[in-house]
């Protein structure tokens, strides 16, 4: 466990960083500061993030859209009909829409 800007981070053995204390204000600035510089589609991703969250702060509750809701829908009626994806469709999809 380190100590970092006011906030605790744990390096678990694959070495990554797990987030377990609460973000600083001056935290929340150097990173938004650096996201400036990220690619437009990047940038694009946390403001959708952060909307949300905002959204969720403001009336306690989410709501999900009309969309979001037969999205939701579908994928259940696929797995009550047992219709999954594979492993490999999943890395594929990982593969192409996460950054590498």
């Known amino acids: 466990m380190i100590w970092f800007r006011g906030a605790y981070f744990f390096t678990p053995p694959d070495r990554s960083i797990c987030y377990a204390a609460v973000m600083t204000a001056k935290l929340l600035k150097?990173?938004?500061?650096?996201?400036?510089?990220?690619?437009?589609?990047a940038q694009t991703e946390l403001a959708q993030i952060a909307l949300e969250i905002d959204a969720g702060l403001m009336?306690?509750?989410?709501?999900a859209t009309p969309a979001e809701l037969a999205g939701i829908d579908h994928g259940l009626k696929a797995a009550r009909?047992?219709?999954?994806?594979?492993?490999?469709?999943?890395?594929?999809?990982f593969k192409k829409h996460r950054p590498a």
Not at 84 to 91: N, R
């Open 30 to 41: 150097d990173v938004l500061e650096r996201a400036e510089k990220w690619p437009e589609e």
């Open 59 to 63: 009336t306690g509750k989410y709501r």
């Open 81 to 93: 009909e047992g219709r999954f994806a594979t492993d490999d469709q999943v890395d594929r999809i």
